[in-house]
């Protein structure tokens, strides 16, 4: 799968993820919904996440990443990691 040449078929089961350096996801997005929006790129994901240029800049400063992903590949390895040991201490208390 390359970044912004999605299949339709991939392009409709795609998920864009924001992830911290660790690995943890910060946040989700679908990258089609009909009459909404189509984000076929990390920077696309990226302004979709953060609307202003700094909101990006500050994601870029974190070393928050954009990662395309299909629906499975969500389920069978990213489904947990919305909190990881580094950050689990945080959830708790948030």
């Known amino acids: 799968m390359i970044e912004g040449q999605f299949t339709k078929q991939e392009l409709d089961d ?3 993820l924001e992830q911290r350096p660790c690995g943890c996801v910060v ?3 679908v990258a089609v919904v009909e009459g909404e ?9 990226s302004q979709h996440f953060h609307h202003t240029e700094g909101e ?6 974190a070393g928050l990443t954009s990662v395309p992903v299909v629906g499975l590949q ?3 390895q990213f489904r947990d990691r919305w909190y990881c040991n ?4 945080d ?3 948030s």
Not at 37 to 45: F, G, S, Y
Not at 86 to 89: C, D, K, N, P, S
């Open 14 to 16: 795609l998920i864009w």
């Open 27 to 29: 946040s989700a997005v």
């Open 37 to 45: 929006w189509k984000l076929t790129t990390a920077e696309e994901a």
């Open 56 to 61: 990006r800049r500050r994601a870029a400063q």
């Open 74 to 76: 969500y389920r069978e």
């Open 86 to 89: 580094l950050h689990a201490q």
């Open 91 to 93: 959830a708790a208390t």
